[in-house]
């Protein structure tokens, strides 16, 4: 890394990085702020402490106790509807398709089931689905999160998911995100354990020696698309890293405050990548809009009302169980105590009641408190889709008296309403998440494909089998399943309208919809051997019994038995041992 001018490099990546962060500032941090103390409390630290306090510690707002967990449980509950239904790990929820294919499509579809394995091997070890949770959960209360998806020598691939209010983000003229600007406070040990001491100034690598644990540096890294060929004489860092064409994006660490005079200009690591790591899906975005709009934002009104009816039931039961009195000022130089295990001190010859008796004649009751609350919390489980999602597990689960159909449409209605928030999942976050770890598995040599393989697939796709996905191809099943049945009712009438039906077609459809794996469905060269061969076999047996009908025939007279006709061949044949 010498012969470079880091400082040139850190100081444009700085000020890349503190204009997005001065975006997101400006625009998102107080929102999102007030959002996350109502929605996600643990989400609140990256947006409201300082850098240097922001590690990996649970943090917890003094200032604001949540009286109820509600919203929070209904955030969780949409987190793990989302994880389950669309991308769940104990089942595969994606596939890959050869497009394009040269050669025999059957071969590349077993070929697709060995890609399809192994991708879902890197991503068990990846840690993606435990990084897929939180990022749901940020989804829905923020409108936005961020994976990183790098590569890792032992596991393959690593996927990450960025603490809100840690990082800001950058679009390009189409709207994706293409640059992440991230903040993070690291001690002596864990910047030196992560980057080396190449590139560490001389008072961490001071601090490492000592062994100290407290103090703590802050760290910034900026993500963002690298210039390649012709376009690099228009990227200065870009020139300057001199990273390969194959590079696509770049990464650069620095540590601040560091000084032009420090080893590698403050520079601590500067690496590129073949695929874009950046996975950063939005809800709600509009057009030119960096960061999507939470449900939590939707939902903040009634939180806080949730919150508040909580406070005023609580305070409610505290006058029931130890109403305010009002005692005769005769007590006030005496005292007066009430109250559980309280005694009370009365002048004789005096009535109790005249003297002390509760400020209501009725006491107050929390049962308006309770719907309103009750009221404000349903209105939050149906901004974070738990209706739709407890209508789905409880029809799959518990169908109860109704019908399979019956079923099937209920289900198949709750999961369309999620289908424009699914869509956009499928743009923004599961294409560009199986693509890179599919590659990196690849390029690792992970995916067990044959030399074969490659060269028998130019291209491939990823079909989405989740329930979610399913769901749509339900339907698709449903209508087949709707003609073909009018068909053969109609055909009892007209039984050449079947001619309308290519089954084959029908079969690869059922197939398709249903994601049955290529390894079990013969190939079409098989299958077009197994007919020629079943009409062959056909053929000789319509033969056989034509000559048999002949020969009984010939047996009666009913045919001619001279030499010149067929009946008489037969019947010398017969009278030759079989040989006519």
Same mark, same amino acid.
């Given at each position: 890394?010498?012969?470079?001018?880091?400082?040139?490099?850190?100081?444009?990546?700085?000020?890349?990085?503190?204009?997005?962060?001065?975006?997101?500032?400006?625009?998102?941090?107080?929102?999102?702020?007030?959002?996350?103390?109502?929605?996600?409390?643990?989400?609140?630290?990256?947006?409201?402490?300082?850098?240097?306090?922001?590690?990996?510690?649970?943090?917890?707002?003094?200032?604001?106790?949540?009286?109820?967990?509600?919203?929070?449980?209904?955030?969780?509950?949409?987190?793990?509807?989302?994880?389950?239904?669309?991308?769940?790990?104990?089942?595969?929820?994606?596939?890959?398709?050869?497009?394009?294919?040269?050669?025999?499509?059957?071969?590349?579809?077993?070929?697709?089931?060995?890609?399809?394995? %192994?991708? +879902? $091997?890197?991503? /068990?070890?990846? &840690?993606?689905? =435990?990084?897929?949770?939180?990022?749901?959960?940020?989804? @829905? #209360?923020?409108?936005?999160?961020?994976?990183?998806?790098?590569?890792?020598?032992?596991?393959?691939?690593?996927?990450?998911?960025?603490?809100?209010?840690?990082?800001?983000?950058?679009?390009?003229?189409?709207?994706?995100?293409?640059?992440?600007?991230?903040?993070?406070?690291?001690?002596?040990?864990?910047?030196?354990?992560?980057?080396?001491?190449?590139? %560490?100034? +001389? $008072?961490?690598? /001071?601090?490492? &020696?000592?062994? =100290?644990?407290?103090?703590?540096?802050?760290?910034?890294? @900026? #993500?963002?698309?690298?210039?390649?060929?012709?376009?690099?004489?228009?990227?200065?860092?870009?020139?300057?890293?001199?990273?390969?064409?194959?590079?696509?994006?770049?990464?650069?660490?620095?540590?601040?405050?560091?000084?032009?005079?420090?080893?590698?200009?403050?520079?601590?690591?500067?690496?590129?990548?073949?695929?874009?790591?950046?996975?950063?899906?939005?809800?709600? $975005?509009?057009?030119?809009?960096?960061?999507?709009?939470?449900?939590?934002?939707?939902?903040?009104?009634?939180?806080?009302?949730?919150?508040?009816?909580?406070?005023?039931?609580?305070?409610?039961?505290?006058?029931?169980?130890?109403?305010?009195?009002?005692?005769?000022?005769?007590?006030?130089?005496?005292?007066?105590?009430?109250?559980?295990?309280?005694?009370?001190?009365?002048?004789?010859?005096?009535?109790?009641?005249?003297?002390?008796?509760?400020?209501?004649?009725?006491?107050?009751?929390?049962?308006?408190?309770?719907?309103?609350?009750?009221?404000?919390?349903?209105?939050?489980?149906?901004?974070?889709?738990?209706?739709?999602?407890?209508?789905?597990?409880?029809?799959?689960?518990?169908?109860?008296?109704?019908?399979?159909?019956?079923?099937?449409?209920?289900?198949?209605?709750?999961?369309?309403?999620?289908?424009?928030?699914?869509?956009?999942?499928?743009?923004?976050?599961?294409?560009?998440?199986?693509?890179?770890?599919?590659?990196?598995?690849?390029?690792?040599?992970?995916?067990?494909?044959?030399?074969?393989?490659?060269?028998?697939?130019?291209?491939?796709?990823?079909?989405?089998?989740?329930?979610?996905?399913?769901?749509?191809?339900?339907?698709?099943?449903?209508?087949?399943?709707?003609?073909?049945?009018?068909?053969?009712?109609?055909?009892?009438?007209?039984?050449?309208?079947?001619?309308?039906?290519?089954?084959?077609?029908?079969?690869?459809?059922?197939?398709?919809?249903?994601?049955?794996?290529?390894?079990?469905?013969?190939?079409?060269?098989?299958?077009?051997?197994?007919?020629?061969?079943?009409?062959?076999?056909?053929?000789?047996?319509?033969?056989?019994?034509?000559?048999?009908?002949?020969?009984?025939?010939?047996?009666?007279?009913?045919?001619?038995?001279?030499?010149?006709?067929?009946?008489?061949?037969?019947?010398?044949?017969?009278?030759?041992?079989?040989?006519?």
């Amino acid at each position: 890394m010498a012969g470079r001018n880091w400082a040139n490099v850190r100081r444009r990546a700085a000020k890349t990085a503190k204009r997005l962060f001065e975006d997101f500032d400006g625009k998102r941090r107080q929102i999102l702020t007030d959002v996350c103390r109502e929605f996600y409390p643990l989400g609140v630290a990256g947006l409201v402490k300082t850098t240097e306090d922001v590690a990996d510690e649970c943090w917890y707002d003094e200032e604001h106790r949540l009286l109820t967990c509600q919203p929070l449980v209904a955030v969780r509950n949409g987190a793990c509807g989302f994880k389950s239904h669309l991308t769940p790990n104990a089942g595969g929820w994606f596939k890959f398709k050869p497009v394009g294919a040269d050669g025999d499509a059957a071969v590349d579809g077993e070929a697709m089931d060995r890609l399809t394995t %192994a991708v +879902e $091997r890197a991503f /068990d070890r990846s &840690r993606a689905y =435990d990084s897929l949770y939180k990022l749901y959960e940020h989804l @829905l #209360v923020a409108g936005f999160g961020c994976l990183l998806v790098t590569r890792h020598p032992r596991d393959v691939v690593r996927v990450r998911t960025l603490r809100l209010g840690t990082y800001a983000m950058g679009v390009d003229g189409e709207g994706d995100v293409v640059r992440v600007a991230r903040r993070f406070s690291w001690t002596a040990d864990q910047i030196l354990g992560s980057f080396g001491a190449d590139g %560490a100034p +001389e $008072r961490v690598r /001071d601090a490492a &020696r000592k062994g =100290d644990l407290q103090t703590r540096w802050t760290v910034w890294n @900026l #993500v963002e698309p690298n210039a390649t060929g012709d376009m690099r004489a228009y990227d200065e860092t870009a020139r300057e890293l001199a990273l390969d064409d194959s590079m696509v994006y770049r990464s650069v660490y620095w540590i601040e405050g560091a000084r032009d005079d420090d080893p590698q200009g403050g520079v601590l690591d500067a690496s590129g990548f073949t695929v874009k790591p950046i996975v950063a899906p939005r809800l709600d $975005r509009e057009l030119g809009d960096v960061y999507g709009r939470g449900r939590g934002i939707d939902a903040l009104c009634a939180a806080r009302g949730a919150q508040s009816f909580q406070y005023d039931i609580l305070g409610v039961s505290g006058i029931r169980g130890k109403p305010p009195l009002v005692v005769s000022s005769e007590f006030k130089d005496d005292g007066f105590r009430a109250g559980r295990g309280g005694i009370n001190y009365v002048r004789f010859g005096e009535q109790r009641g005249a003297l002390a008796y509760p400020v209501f004649a009725q006491l107050p009751d929390t049962a308006d408190l309770r719907v309103n609350r009750q009221d404000a919390e349903q209105q939050i489980s149906e901004l974070f889709f738990n209706s739709s999602f407890a209508t789905i597990d409880a029809l799959k689960n518990n169908p109860g008296v109704k019908t399979a159909t019956e079923v099937d449409n209920l289900v198949r209605e709750n999961m369309e309403r999620l289908a424009p928030i699914v869509m956009n999942l499928e743009r923004e976050l599961l294409d560009p998440l199986v693509t890179a770890v599919a590659r990196y598995a690849v390029a690792a040599g992970f995916a067990p494909l044959t030399k074969e393989d490659v060269e028998a697939i130019s291209d491939v796709e990823v079909e989405y089998v989740s329930r979610l996905h399913m769901a749509a191809h339900a339907r698709r099943v449903s209508d087949i399943d709707a003609w073909t049945a009018r068909l053969g009712q109609l055909a009892a009438l007209k039984p050449e309208v079947l001619d309308k039906v290519d089954a084959d077609a029908v079969a690869d459809e059922y197939a398709e919809m249903l994601g049955v794996p290529a390894s079990v469905r013969a190939k079409d060269a098989d299958v077009a051997a197994i007919r020629q061969e079943r009409e062959r076999q056909a053929q000789m047996q319509q033969q056989a019994a034509a000559m048999q009908q002949m020969g009984e025939l010939a047996k009666i007279g009913s045919v001619p038995t001279d030499g010149e006709h067929l009946g008489g061949m037969l019947k010398d044949a017969q009278e030759n041992g079989g040989e006519a």
